[in-house]
């Protein structure tokens, strides 16, 4: 296992970020969030008519 794989894996593992089944598309916790933008990392949110749309 890689060291980004196990990143992510911990990551999964403490509810930071969820998996969706999707490579590079997850779902984030409010802190994982909070700790993307204070480190300057751009964020993609889907408008909630299209997260409806995709997962109900």
Sequence with gaps: MDMQT???DR???SGLLI???IDGLY???GIALALFHH???D???WPASV???LWG
């Design 27 to 29: 779902g984030r916790s």
């Design 51 to 53: 997260r409806k749309a």
């Design 11 to 13: 990551l999964f593992e």
């Design 19 to 21: 998996d969706t089944g």
């Design 43 to 45: 964020v993609k949110q």
């Design 39 to 41: 480190h300057g990392l």
């Design 6 to 8: 196990s990143f992510l």
